[in-house]
């Protein structure tokens, strides 16, 4: 007996080094796709020439910074990533836990209820490249909007060369591709909520509206905490994809952000140095960010990450 | 009594009302692009086009597919879904497995947590990473499309939560047999997984059909672009045309030359395999979310 528990110990051990050799390809893809690059930020603080490379090029310390901040646009793109975020952030909260919230009144009707969230989540799941040409074809100057305008005998509108419509126009087209996503999420943590209670309410004449404010609400609260102090990460996250697709140089007062005023910098201009110092400053705000809404949440409901 | 009752039926009837119309928010868009990529040019940029074809013809759908540059988008769109899946599939699952080992068992898990956690919250951007493609000679090749994200720390996070979950008696009743690691991996954990794999598996196809920024960056020639990469360049070129000190009937003008019939029908056929996928795998996903954003 004793022998075959040793046995086991030994092939356990020989096992832990097989489970290093099971962890080695991930650690080769991150460190040559993720580690590797993170080098590449010295030349934040270089005057970087293609030519020269990391080595030739000269340091010039914090002036890249100084530069892009002094640079027209860029604290308006940082005014507008931070705007357009924290709207983002609460409505894509707020809106999945109205529904969800809604989504749960419907009782009888099992079916209606699945075809309605089947239905809402379609979105989360279709590209901007996609979702970027029907936004342009429905907002367009002939698109369906503006036709009901012209019918209603408005003029019509170009929302998206318009520097009032731009931002609340981004800020819904994503709430609305996202909010099956947490709407999921929050219709979970409902069902998880102990039905013992909503029994013994009913049995005390609570009526529906106030199972929802005394047990429903108190229930899922917790996970709409985390899920609000896990969003504050993304204060500097704004939505590059969809923001690189729909906006143009008429709406870049409002609708330029950090991430799209780093790809024309980097990409367009060619200003490898300026952009990966907005890159990097953008990096590490988020990060501090991040730690601290980590923090938030590990406090406030034992959340871990792994 | 009957009072309650009665202005429940009010209320259900608003609430049902309510969901209805936000539901159609989500699948109207789609069904007026499918009528516009029906109907007849003319029509459609007059914006005569609702919900329902006017002046039904497949002409739209015709010239796509004789344009053979759609088609050889989709072939690389198809050819990277199923090659990144496959690769990003494999690691997830290997690197999920010994890290859903407790400490005592792997002790350096937490070396492991601290180097991939870095790397959620932390990056080189935009430059370094383009520089460090090239450098590997992955330009304008699907290995850069496929390779850059093969490990997703966030996926196997996911997987990994679900692995925990499995009871340890099972996996000790199969060391006791005598099977290894890998046997253990894949005739134990897997088949339990399926819910937490159909999860992960939806969202990685459906990831990489939808990738198109990487697309544009790494690839030089727009001929080799998936599928979602060449329709960005529609949309973003369209963004592009119109500009600020136009007049609206410049503005009008150019909107009567646009082929939008044309472009409707490549942003309906780019949805199409995401609308069949979705509901086939959606009984399983919707369990899978939830095992992975409820944990904490």
Same mark, same amino acid.
């Given at each position: ?20 050799v ?17 080098f ?21 310390g ?15 793109a ?21 529904l969800?919230?809604l ?56 929302f998206l ?8 126009? *981004?800020?819904?087209?994503? =709430?609305? %591709?996202?909010? @099956?996503? +947490?709407?999921?999420?929050? /219709?979970?943590? #409902? !069902?998880?909520?102990? *039905?013992?209670?909503?029994? =013994?309410? %009913?049995?005390d @004449?609570? +009526?529906?509206w106030?199972? /929802?404010?005394? #047990? !429903?609400?108190?229930? *899922? ?13 993304n ?7 969809q923001i ?25 201009k ?15 705000v ?21 | ?8 039926m ?20 789609f ?71 407790e ?40 290995w ?7 490990f ?9 939560n ?54 544009i ?12 990469s ?37 942003i ?29």
């Amino acid at each position: 007996m004793s022998k075959k528990i040793k046995t086991i110990k030994k092939s356990n051990r020989q096992n832990t080094r097989f489970l290093h050799v099971m962890m080695l390809p991930a650690v080769i893809f991150t460190c040559i796709f993720c580690y590797l690059p993170m080098f590449g930020l010295v030349m934040a603080f270089q005057d970087y020439k293609g030519f020269l490379g990391f080595t030739g090029s000269k340091f010039v310390g914090l002036e890249n910074f100084i530069y892009i901040f002094k640079m027209p646009g860029f604290l308006s793109a940082l005014r507008n990533t931070v705007s357009i975020a924290f709207f983002k952030i609460i409505l894509s909260i707020l809106v999945p836990l109205v529904l969800a919230l809604l989504l749960n009144e419907v009782v009888k009707h099992a079916r209606y209820k699945k075809l309605v969230q089947t239905v809402i989540f379609i979105p989360y799941f279709l590209s901007w490249a996609i979702l970027g040409g029907v936004i342009q074809q429905i907002l367009g100057y002939n698109g369906s909007i503006n036709e009901l305008l012209k019918d209603l005998g408005m003029t019509p509108i170009l929302f998206l060369l318009n520097n009032q419509w731009f931002r609340p126009i *981004i800020i819904t087209t994503d =709430v609305w %591709k996202g909010m @099956g996503y +947490n709407m999921v999420v929050f /219709l979970a943590a #409902i !069902t998880n909520v102990d *039905i013992a209670l909503y029994e =013994v309410a %009913k049995i005390d @004449g609570a +009526n529906r509206w106030q199972q /929802l404010l005394n #047990i !429903t609400i108190p229930g *899922i609260r917790s996970i709409v905490i985390l899920l609000t102090i896990l969003g504050l990460g993304n204060i500097l996250n704004a939505g590059f994809e969809q923001i690189l697709m729909l906006y143009n140089p008429v709406v870049y007062s409002t609708g330029d952000i950090i991430d799209t005023f780093v790809y024309r910098l980097g990409i367009e201009k060619m200003e490898y140095s300026y952009a990966a110092a907005a890159g990097l400053f953008k990096s590490a705000v988020s990060f501090v960010f991040v730690m601290i809404t980590i923090k938030l949440a590990n406090k406030f409901s034992d959340y871990r990450v792994f | 009594m009957i009072k309650e009752s009665k202005s429940r039926m009010a209320f259900n009837i608003i609430n049902y009302a309510l969901l209805g119309v936000v539901a159609l928010t989500c699948i109207l868009p789609f069904v007026h692009i499918l009528a516009v990529s029906l109907s007849n040019n003319t029509d459609a940029v007059a914006g005569r086009v609702s919900f329902w074809p006017v002046g039904f013809t497949t002409y739209a759908y015709e010239y796509v597919i004789s344009q053979g540059r759609f088609f050889s988008s989709v072939w690389i769109s198809l050819k990277r879904v199923l090659i990144g899946t496959a690769i990003n599939m494999f690691l997830v699952i290997i690197t999920a497995y010994p890290m859903s080992k407790e400490e005592k068992e792997f002790k350096a898990r937490k070396w492991y947590i601290v180097f991939f956690f870095i790397t959620m919250f932390f990056g080189g951007g935009l430059i370094p990473t383009y520089m460090v493609i090239n450098k590997l000679g992955l330009l304008d090749s699907i290995w850069a499309l496929v390779l850059p994200g093969a490990f997703s720390v966030w996926n196997m996070i996911l997987l990994m939560n679900f692995f925990r979950g499995v009871p340890k008696e099972l996996e000790e009743a199969a060391f006791l047999d005598g099977a290894g690691h890998v046997t253990t991996l894949f005739r134990i954990y897997l088949p339990i997984s399926l819910p937490s794999l159909a999860t992960l598996l939806l969202f990685t196809i459906i990831g990489h059909w939808n990738a198109w920024f990487d697309g544009i960056l790494y690839m030089n020639s727009p001929s080799r672009y998936p599928l979602a990469s060449y329709l960005s360049t529609l949309v973003i070129s369209n963004s592009n045309k119109v500009s600020a000190n136009m007049t609206m009937e410049q503005i009008e003008q150019l909107s009567k030359i646009s082929d939008k019939t044309v472009s409707s029908a490549q942003i309906f056929l780019a949805m199409l395999p995401i609308l069949i996928v979705y509901p086939l795998l959606q009984r399983y996903f919707m369990k899978g979310i939830v095992v992975g954003s409820v944990k904490g």
